[in-house]
């Protein structure tokens, strides 16, 4: 059996499969445009990248991508530069904009006026019905089991019957997810689609290096830890040696604050890690092409089930193995 026609606005994918946005680095033109073209939906993180480079790589993700395929663009409501990156990738007409760490009436009036749609982020029914209200076209529900910054401490298929019953637009179901039988669950339960992230960062075609995919397919169920960052906020992260230096109180000596975040701990400077998992250039806040990434000394986020993943697969072979155990959980549901 195939799987239910996903529509949101004028998106309509082979696959109802978002590919979560993952910054630093981690999800750029060559992911989001793989997973665009595997029939999925891909999805570019503004986070940690100037104006001008997700401008390059909105671009480039248009030009790879064969056919209808789908390119979205994450930012951030948290981050100092939101309404310039959310601006920008309206003018270069992307399919949709997805944000997270708040919300603001003026994201969806943007959209609006340029007639692309707004998906919200959201880890409650009262957040999904102040969304709604305010013009999301859709809502992404990210359960406890995510990666990264943690919105709730709820299990995602706890919080997805209070968010269906809530509203009327489609909903996503998000964090935990990495099977088919996943995605089949998550859509008898009245989801409309799923939103993946984890799986991906292990991929061929995922823009982080090599050696920060690797340390998915090395990772444990007991390796991953809950961090504080300076967001205010747990993250789920693969413990390392920076883990252990911020599971402490004194403030890090950092190279160079970026003054990303509205409001900050300054304790340490949670981009700055990043873009040292990443190879970045943390001095001028620059994510390079093929860098090699230092994995012990920065953060490494990562979903609940990172310990699942064995080995770096391209996104078609991963999109072609969720739509098999799809079939084959509805089939013998």
């Known amino acids: 059996m195939n799987f239910p026609q ?22 750029l033109s ?38 209808a395929g789908y390119i979205g663009v994450n930012v951030l409501f948290a981050m100092t530069d939101f309404a310039e990156k959310m601006k920008a990738a309206l003018e270069e007409k992307v399919d949709f904009i997805i944000s997270g760490a708040g919300i603001s009436r003026d994201m969806y009036a943007w959209g609006r006026e340029a007639g692309i749609p707004v998906i919200s982020i959201v880890s409650s029914a009262k957040l ?10 859709a809502v992404v529900v990210e359960g406890f089991e995510a990666g990264g910054h943690l919105g709730t401490d709820r299990p995602m298929f706890d919080i997805l019957p209070e968010v269906l019953e809530a509203v009327s637009i489609p909903v996503l179901a998000a964090g935990g997810i990495m099977t088919g039988e996943d995605i089949a669950k998550a859509i008898s339960m009245g989801a409309s689609g799923v939103q993946m992230g984890t799986r991906f960062a292990a991929s061929e075609e995922c823009d982080a290096p090599l050696s920060f995919k690797q340390k998915y397919v090395n990772a444990r169920q007991e390796d991953l830890v809950l961090v504080k960052t300076t967001v205010g906020l747990h993250g789920r992260a693969i413990a390392n040696n920076f883990t252990k230096l911020i599971s402490g109180s004194d403030k890090l000596k950092i190279t160079k604050c970026h003054d990303c975040l509205k409001n900050c701990s300054y304790r340490f400077c949670t981009l700055d890690s990043m873009f040292r998992t990443v190879g970045g250039d943390t001095e001028n806040g620059h ?12 953060l490494v986020f990562a979903g609940a089930r990172v310990g699942e993943i064995k080995d770096i697969l391209p996104v078609q072979t991963i999109i072609d193995n969720l739509t098999a155990e799809y079939q084959n959980a509805v089939k013998f549901a």
């Not at 019905?129 to 305010?134: D, F, G």
């Open 287 to 298: 994510v390079f092409a093929g860098a090699q990434g230092d994995v012990e000394n920065g």
């Open 30 to 67: 060559k992911l989001a445009s793989a997973v665009a073209n595997a029939g999925g939906v891909g999805i570019i993180s503004g986070t940690g990248i100037s104006t001008d480079e997700m401008r390059d790589h909105i671009r480039k993700a248009k030009s790879l991508v064969q056919g």
């Open 6 to 27: 996903l529509k949101i606005a004028h998106i309509m994918p082979k696959v109802p499969i978002f590919q979560g946005g993952m910054g630093v680095g981690i999800s």
């Open 128 to 137: 999904a019905r102040i969304s709604e209200r305010l013009g999301a076209a």
